[in-house]
């Protein structure tokens, strides 16, 4: 699990601790020392704190003037527990929302499952980003089924090209244009 480190090749675009709009503004990062944890296993020190136990995230990219930002989650998304839509929505998305942000791409490959509780912050997250959108890229199979299960695909865009999607080789802003075409392609 400390293997596992968040997305890097962007930091000469954007450094989300460097960004004095950002949630994680003038935040200080270990390189050496394995602060947070998983469970039992530490992860690697570079994933950003919102409240959850089980649940980290980094804020990849984010631009202004476009309304977007790029965010890849590492984890346990445990609703039914620790209730970390609330957290993530309270804590990190209602501050990028108030900056103007209204289109989250979430990246998921990391992770690990899902356990629901009901949807009412989806729908508030939803409900708030009336002219944008919410998309998760590359969650697991096995996540997205629980997604679906819950209900929750009706407020995030799943599925499709967005399940596998070959990001990592594309800069921010040819990402965000690769999304949008994606769902402007499935909203028409």
Known sequence: MHEIEPFYL????????EDDRSPFFNTEYSEFYYDKQLYNYLIHPQWDVFGSNTLYIKVLYTDYDRQYTIIELM???????NNDIM????????????EGI???ILIGENVLNYHA??????????????EGWIA??????HVIREFRD????YYLNFGGELDDLHWRKLKPHQFYKK???LLTKRLN
């Open 87 to 98: 957290l993530l929505k309270r804590e990190i998305i209602e501050l990028m929302i108030d």
């Open 179 to 181: 999304v949008e075409e």
């Open 117 to 130: 509780s009901d949807d009412s912050y989806y729908e508030e997250w939803f409900q708030d980003v009336e």
């Open 10 to 17: 962007w930091r000469d675009d954007y450094i989300a601790a």
């Open 102 to 104: 209204n289109k989250f």
């Open 136 to 141: 998760g890229i590359n969650f697991n199979e």
């Open 75 to 81: 984890g346990e998304w445990n609703d039914a527990i």
């Open 150 to 153: 819950s209900s929750i695909d």
